[in-house]
């Protein structure tokens, strides 16, 4: 056991001797990010004079929060770096400012017990939400935010830093900057401010000209150390006193130099703390999280990716939750896993838990010296720091991004710097949002909502009927007009199109050239339809119902979103309105509309013909006017079911199986009474119960059946489909033809939808047949593979129709 504890021990040693480095390099930026950002995390000047101290203590207080939860094994990144979130530092102040408005600044007390309160509900608030997300798992959810926005609301932060860059080197009031002539020539024409802003934005440009050439991780901190110690040496050859620096704003004048860490918890009392502040700041509040949680769940994506580990963001999520519960409760402000600080830790050795360990130590010792070393910091430093952040965010939110977006989203990106800059960063974040949804409905409403648009003769149901009933619908289908829709969500941007297009249709000079009888829109990849489309769709109804044009919906359910929509706009209930499940079902129905209408208007029982389906529902021919429909239609129906129903009539004395034999194979050939008469000694009469199965998917094949009356249903369960395919047999039509001629086993399982008679040719006889007659074999084979081949391609067309 002592052996192994040696071991044990010895390995951490090891550990910790390899991460001095990265720990070194972590304290380092912790030390500059704090001084810089913490200084700046309250206004500097008024009622909040003096308190960047205040602000540098708190900052060091979350980083070590945050990296101990990281380290403890929160994060999935060994080497995670926290720290207080920076970008929130332009929320902090617009806080500060309307506290202090709304409180007044002759109380002082009142004033900053009330702004340290809320910098302690952000982070409550910040560390609740990414808890839930993390926790419900729905981290992924923030990467369907516009990144344009993001990337605006970055930009603005940028342009943020750059000014109160400028405002800490020149030692301005933040309310006095503003975007002016006179503040211009403040910090222009006025030689000793210009000498004050202008070493640091110097600085910090020619950093980024080092970088862009050398990318060595070391050039950051490295530049920061041999900067002061330039200047030191500097003022020691020129002898000058520091409390002239000091004077003159080269050095900062920290009047609370010597105050504990903890002083700024001594700010926070619950007597003084103005409740209705706290209130009237919740807008900015709310805005400051929205912002906030963006952050994370495309920071730890972007980590991974450069780092080649992987980490579950959901975990990464719950881990900021606690760490910012655990801020808010100790008093402190938001923080976040830091990219290009976790980034550099991890390049230089430290991708262990034990060097996020010491680097939490280092930090607290950082914190436990004070603030005293901040009143020696050239406050060039400080400003270069913060130019340096600046030109990058604005760089990353105009340049970077000039070929990534298209023009629309360049332009909100730089309304929302522009609003952020000119007015304030809640109505640039708004302005964003507002921007984004109005390009968005503007480029949806550009957008093609409709797939597909066609007439019914080039799809088929997958119904097998005779072939001079499919000769016939195919002629009439020409009155079916099919809509399909694109996938995504139909509302007021997307439905103009849809129906400015089917207005164009039965109003305009196309119904002169088909006039439709059946509009059918198929809603399969619809998502949702919002109360504006629903009610275009019933102007939709009106003008379709004028034309006694019959509106079928299919592709959702009653009960389904889309459904309710339009049931909530009554929609459904309208007359001349039809629903189906799937598409097929409505070809289907229209398929049976137009056969039970021919055989109408020839004054013939549409009980004689046998039809699968929905039976509800009919085609109202005008019997009175000689219309376009009305002709169409029955000159196709003398042209293919009178033709072959001529044969059937010339031969009605015949009896079974001989009717149902020429009604199947009249039209693929020469075929009579006499042609057929050796073959009904192979053929078996059978009379099936609604339910039967004659056979199942998979099972061996018995035989073919010939349909003489009722209806079959064959189920189809391909593996390339989610959804089976059905397929209906009427009288006159074979079933199971390929499996039986094939020797290969079922591809669908086939039930009697009604009650049936059919005649079978077991596999048995037709082996017999082949044998005792090969001649009848021979003719009886082809017309059932050119009747099968007719069925096939018309089920692989409303299998791409499907698509």
Known sequence: MDTLLRRRAKGVAATAVRSLPAVLLGTLLNILDGVSYGMISFPAAGVYAGLGGAGVSMFFVTAIISQLVYSSGGSGFAGANGSMMIEVVPFFHILANDIAAI???????????????????????????????GALRLGSLIGFFPRHILVGCIGGVGVFLIITGLTVCCRMNEDDFTLSLSTLKFLCLNLHNLVLWLPAFALAVLLRIITYKFHHQLIF????????????????????????LRT???????????????????????????????????PTQFAMLFFNILHPPLNVPALAVSLNHDVETDKELVAHGYSNLLAGFLGTVPNYLVYVNTLLFYRVGGNTRISGFMLAAATTVLLFVGTSPIAYIPVMVVGALIFVLGIDLVKEALWDTRHRVNWSEYVTIASIMVCMTVWDFVIGVLFGIVMSCIFFVVQSSQRRSIRAL???????????????????????????????LQAGFLFFGTITHVEETMRTLVCGPAWDVTPVRFFILDFSLVAGVDMSAAEALVRVQRFLAAKDVVLVFCGFSVESPIGRSLASVELLDMDGVELFSTFNDALEWTENGYLKAWFAAQKMETQAIELPGRQDGSIRIEESVNTPRRAHLLTAGWRTIARDHSSEFAAMDTSEPYQTLIKAFSSYGAADREQFRPLVGYLERMSLPEGFVLWRQ??????????????????????????????????????????????????????????????????????????????????????????????????????????
């Open 698 to 803: 998979g099972d061996e094949p018995d035989g073919l059946y010939i349909v003489e009356s009722g209806v079959l249903k064959a189920v189809y369960h391909f593996a390339e489909h989610t959804r089976p395919t059905m397929e209906s047999m009427v009288p006159g039509t074979v079933a199971g033809e390929l499996s039986a001629l094939s020797d290969s086993p079922r591809n669908a399982t086939c039930t009697v939808e009604r009650p049936a008679v059919v005649w079978k040719l077991s596999t048995a006889n037709l082996k017999r047949m082949e044998a005792e007659n090969p001649e009848l074999a021979r003719k009886f084979t082809r017309l059932v593979l050119r009747a099968a081949k007719l069925d096939n391609d018309i089920l692989l067309s409303a299998l791409a129709a499907r698509q």
């Open 221 to 244: 901190p490295i530049y920061f150390l041999v900067i002061p110690a330039i200047f030191y040496i500097v003022v020691a050859a020129a002898r000058i006193n520091l409390q002239t």
């Open 454 to 484: 066609y007439t019914g003769e080039t799809a088929m149901s997958t119904v097998r009927r005779p072939r001079a009933h499919r000769e016939y619908l195919q002629e009439v289908s020409k009155q079916t007009t099919v809509m399909k």
């Open 103 to 133: 409180v007044g600044e002759d109380h002082p007390h009142e004033v900053i017990a009330t702004t340290i309160m809320s910098f302690a509900i952000s982070s409550l608030l910040t560390g609740l939400t990414f808890f839930l997300l």
């Open 248 to 282: 003159e704003g080269w050095l900062f004048d920290m009047s609370t130099t010597h105050e504990p860490w903890y002083k700024f918890y001594t700010f926070y009392d619950l007597h003084a703390t103005s409740w209705r502040a706290l209130w009237l700041t919740l």
